[in-house]
């Protein structure tokens, strides 16, 4: 496991200060510059993406238990939360769809 020390930003982000990734061949300051966003960016893409993934998961938990209400619940929580992830243009909008259609037809073929 890695462990990133880090400081906040203004904006409530945290900034990676020392990474192995950091590590940039970088010359120019604008490639520098450009360097340090990208690794705050994939620091958050991280995040957000793990978050999407951890709500699929809750309702596919809930399908294979065969609570329907509860996987009905799950789904509509889940749908606002792909459709910002693709917005943001971190999965592709049809894989947003495709993911969309087979929990809800998941949810729709249960007893």
């Given at each position: 496991m890695r462990f990133i020390l880090t400081i906040p930003l203004k904006t409530g982000n945290l900034r990676p200060l020392f990474s192995r990734r950091f590590r940039t061949v970088a010359?120019?300051?604008?490639?520098?510059?450009?360097?340090?966003?990208?690794?705050?960016?994939?620091t958050r893409n991280v995040g957000v993406r793990s978050m999407m993934r951890t709500y699929i998961k809750r309702v596919y938990s809930a399908v294979e238990s065969g609570d329907k209400a509860a996987a009905e619940a799950a789904y509509k929580v889940a749908c606002p939360i792909i459709d910002r992830v693709s917005g943001k243009g971190l999965i592709h909008t049809n894989r947003a769809a495709r993911t969309k259609s087979r929990m809800n037809n998941n949810i729709r073929s249960m007893a």
């Open positions: 010359n120019t300051a604008s490639a520098k510059k450009r360097a340090r966003q990208a690794e705050i960016h994939r």
